[in-house]
């Protein structure tokens, strides 16, 4: 039953976001957007003054007597469970006993309007008793104190002290690694509107509908199918809203069934920076050896990460950071412990990479490093290193390496970018500009994609077919803007051989696709897409059987495209064959399922198979610094990225170039701090949080899609876009490096930590001026 071969395409071309002119047009409506209910109550978080201290008291008679208060709720009136944490029960809901850190949500106002519930929410400073202790706010104090959310892990190949011991040659150094806000559009917002006979309908901005659906039943002591989960769309999610919607989505749906009326709860955006976790920042300790090609013949590694005061999601965050260590290179001898530190800072959680960035970032610095002390291009030395066949494709973690296309598209983006050619100019340039340096990367990406837990590799979808042939798809993935309901629509309509037009797809809802998985870890389209391709496929199947019966001829011969049926040499319209079997009641809609296959991972040992393929990609960005002042700029940014057959060229060349601009923000710009005294996050608000904007983005940017077909069956031999190519601006962090290095002629390894801010490029420009003097 193929389409014909006159078919006009849909998968494969580039279609514009299903929602784009509504986005355009202000008219996308998010959860804020929701026309209120008549009796709408409003909430807000008060929020504890201290980094840590016990918790004595509320003075909750204040707060009920505030203007327009209407209740005020602690944790003691939570009737189910006072948690919200996704594995570990370590994370409460609203804080009981102890507070762990300067922003912890304490207690929840609820008023007639938001104002009157956030002035009341103020007053957390004097109704709030407590008694201060000692904070620990950086991840070193807490690994110095072995303070940890879990065990430490260890990710071992071989021995490493003896491959070490036995090198040519050995380096040693370390790297600080700051973490990232999702800095979403569209906060964190949850609106909660009473159902009958205690139902509970929860509007929720959520990468994770199913988690809060269970997260809510727990804490109300509640059935599952009590409580119904939607999400239309989300203005940005990065992995922000997987797990840390869930106390939003809770504290609105206590106040909404206490109080038997609607209730949302929208944090200002200070609040929400202040309440919520983000991007992990690590601290590197390493030591390698290496022989004189630079190939890597024994590593150890410390990845010390700040998990915040919770385990939230660090645990499989510091698993794939442990996993993406490799990269794309094969590393014989691999000693890798990971530590999650526990401080009294936010619980940071899932963020576009989820670990893996930070991880791979670390093997690429050693690279760097190497390179230099062998007066050796770093190109050359990370080639070295590449996976190779045979023996030398097996990942530390025990997974084969089958579709390793590294070295080609390297050299196809070497080629393309006239690597050599540059590197010589630069060079020259350098050499007579004492003030301004100019600097040259190019890195590689290898990303495995799937979850590491395997049951959370499946998927479900619903597809309609209506008598005049339109088509009304759901899924259980949720639309953050990055075009995944676009994708799943043109599966179906590819499917069943019809416009695209014809199909729409509708908001997540946990009470039409039960039990979903998160829309995290790149694996929307992949799982999404093969269940409502599953679907589809199931009533293509019902209508070519009707069709043969009606018309003659086999089933097998039947195709479908072009808005039409071919049958026994005869044309029928789609719509009109999908009437005729309706009166012939033919079923004209199916569910559809699918699950990951071949995935097993042991997480004590850390060995296994935990993904279904590899991503990859390659960037060369070349970069300026001024050496006077440490302001820099990208000049040129040329990308090559693997997304398999793409499903939709100009979605995925957006996700590269988006992803591109986000993770170059990570590690030039955007920079947290935590007071050292208070322990206040001082870096919440746009004001003292800066993210890149459409000036920070090259000039002259060249992004292309490496297209070949994904050798792993997924949907039309597509690869994931999420997360991958969020890795390729490494290469600017190494430009801005390679720049700096220029200062010393590159005999000097720069000292540059990241985010490389123009503080942090004149302190290594500072280093590397000493180093060389002392020399």
Not at 657 to 667: H, K, S, V, Y
Not at 722 to 744: K, M, Q
């Amino acid at each position: 039953m193929n389409a014909p071969q006159d078919t006009l395409p849909v998968v494969g071309t580039a279609r514009p976001h299903e929602s784009a002119h509504l986005h355009v047009a202000g008219a996308a409506p998010y959860v804020d957007d929701i026309a209120e209910v008549q009796g709408t109550l409003h909430a807000a978080l008060g929020l504890s003054p201290v980094a840590h201290g016990r918790l004595l008291g509320i003075d909750l008679d204040t707060l009920r007597a505030q203007p327009g208060v209407v209740a005020v709720f602690s944790a003691a009136d939570i009737p189910g469970a006072n948690e919200c944490g996704p594995i570990v029960h370590d994370d409460p809901i609203l804080a009981d006993g102890v507070l762990h850190y300067l922003g912890q949500p304490v207690f929840a106002v609820i008023a007639t309007d938001r104002l009157a519930a956030r002035r009341a929410a103020a007053l957390a400073k004097q109704v709030i008793r407590h008694e201060a202790l000692p904070p620990v706010l950086t991840a070193l104090d807490g690994h110095a104190k072995q303070q940890y959310v879990v065990p430490p892990m260890h990710l071992k190949r071989g021995d490493a002290s003896a491959a070490l011991a036995a090198s040519e040659q050995r380096v040693s150094g370390s790297f600080s690694l700051g973490g990232q806000e999702q800095f979403y559009l569209e906060g964190q917002i949850s609106y909660a509107i009473p159902q009958e006979d205690g139902g509970l309908l929860v509007h929720c901005s959520t990468q994770h509908p199913t988690e809060m659906q269970h997260t809510v039943a727990h804490a109300l002591k509640l059935g599952a199918h009590r409580v119904q989960v939607v999400c239309r769309r989300m203005g940005g999610g990065f992995g922000g809203k997987e797990s840390q919607s869930a106390l939003f989505a809770c504290v609105a749906a206590l106040a909404a069934a206490k109080l038997k009326r609607p209730v949302k709860l929208r944090p200002d955006r200070d609040d929400d920076m202040l309440i919520t976790g983000r991007r992990h920042g690590f601290e590197f300790q390493w030591e390698v050896g290496h022989d004189a090609e630079g190939r890597i013949t024994g590593v150890e590694i410390d990845l010390v990460a700040n998990a915040g005061f919770s385990a939230d999601l660090s645990p499989p965050v510091m698993t794939r950071a442990l996993c993406h260590f490799d990269n794309a290179y094969w590393l014989p001898a691999v000693a890798a412990h990971g530590y999650c530190a526990r401080t009294n800072t936010q619980s940071n959680t899932a963020f576009r990479g989820f670990g893996g960035p930070q991880g791979a970032l670390a093997i690429e610095m050693i690279l760097d490093d190497v390179a230099r002390g062998l007066g050796k291009d770093p190109l050359d030395v990370r080639r070295a290193n590449f996976y190779g066949t045979s023996e030398c494709n097996v990942t530390p973690y025990g997974q084969v390496v089958r579709d390793n296309i590294i070295e080609p598209l390297v050299a196809r983006l070497e080629e393309s970018c006239d690597y050599r050619a540059r590197r010589t100019q630069i060079a020259a340039f350098n050499a007579t500009s004492p003030v301004l340096k100019r600097g040259l990367a190019l890195t590689p990406v290898k990303f495995g994609i799937s979850f590491n837990v395997a049951h959370f590799n499946q998927a479900g979808a619903l597809v309609h077919v209506y008598t005049d042939g339109t088509i009304l798809a759901n899924h259980g993935g949720t639309e953050m803007g990055q075009g995944l309901n676009t994708k799943v629509a043109m599966v179906v309509a590819h499917e069943l051989g019809v416009r695209l037009d014809r199909v729409r797809v509708t908001a997540t809802d946990t009470h039409k696709v039960a039990n979903t998985s998160a829309t995290a870890a790149s694996t929307g389209s992949d799982l999404n897409g093969k269940a409502a391709q599953d679907a589809a496929k199931q009533i293509k199947h019902r209508l070519a059987g009707f069709a043969a019966g009606k018309h003659g001829g086999a089933v097998e011969d039947v195709r479908f495209g072009n808005d039409r049926v071919l049958v026994n040499g005869l044309s029928v319209p789609f719509d009109e064959l999908v009437q005729q079997a309706y009166f012939a009641r033919v079923q004209l809609w199916s569910d559809g399922f699918y699950a990951t296959p071949g995935l097993h991972w042991d997480r004590e040992k850390l060995q296994g198979n935990p993904f279904f393929y590899f991503a990859y990609g390659a960037a060369c960005s070349e970069v300026v610094i001024d050496t006077l002042s440490g302001e820099w700029k990208l000049t040129r940014a040329d990308v090559l990225h693997d997304v398999g057959q793409s499903l939709n060229p100009a979605i995925d060349i957006g996700q590269v170039e988006g992803a591109f601009i986000q993770g170059m923000g990570w590690l030039t710009t955007e920079e947290l701090w935590w007071h050292p005294q208070s322990g206040k996050l001082m870096t919440h608000a746009p004001s003292t949080y800066k993210i890149p904007t459409a000036n920070d983005c090259p000039a002259d940017f060249r992004v292309a899609l490496y297209d070949t077909q994904n050798p792993a069956d997924t949907i039309h031999r597509s690869k994931a876009v999420g997360e991958p190519p969020l890795l390729l601006p490494f290469s600017v962090f190494l430009a801005i490096r390679d720049a700096v290095s220029a200062v010393g002629d590159h005999k000097v390894n720069p000292p540059l930590r990241a985010p490389s801010t123009p503080e942090a490029i004149l302190d290594a420009v500072d280093a590397v001026r000493a180093a060389t003097a002392e020399a």
